[in-house]
């Protein structure tokens, strides 16, 4: 069992940067692939990034590549995510989760309640 919570969300102009955090309870941690995922009103939860267990291995959307990072720190059990030229369509909720693979959001168990990202024009 794994329980995560999102923090660092807010208001942002496009061009600028943020950085989220998802801090996870739960002994197993470290086992998990941990993923960001999103999503805005009226559409999908789309996949953002996902790491694996040690951190060796990222994989990121279309598109966020080359704009965003994922990243996670085992000894805090938190996971990050890097946001940088943050455009006006990268706004939505923002969720992390463990338990799954991959990039389909429905193969992930635990999820956290997410947090706002906002980036106006």
């Known amino acids: 069992q794994v329980q995560l919570v999102e923090s660092g969300g807010g208001l942002v102009q496009a061009g600028g940067s943020l950085r989220l955090s998802c801090a996870a309870s739960g002994r197993t941690f470290s086992s998990y692939v941990l993923g960001w995922f999103r999503q805005a009103p009226g559409k999908e939860r789309d996949f953002v990034a996902a790491i694996n267990w040690s951190g060796s291995y990222m994989y990121y959307g279309d598109s966020v590549k080359g704009r965003f990072t994922v990243s996670r720190d085992n000894a805090k059990n938190t996971v990050y995510l890097q946001m940088n030229s943050l455009k006006p369509e990268d706004s939505a909720v923002y969720y992390c989760?463990?338990?799954?693979?991959?990039?389909?959001?429905?193969?992930?168990?635990?999820w956290g309640q997410g947090t706002q990202v906002t980036v106006s024009s």
């Open positions: 989760a463990a338990g799954g693979v991959g990039s389909r959001h429905t193969d992930y168990a635990y």
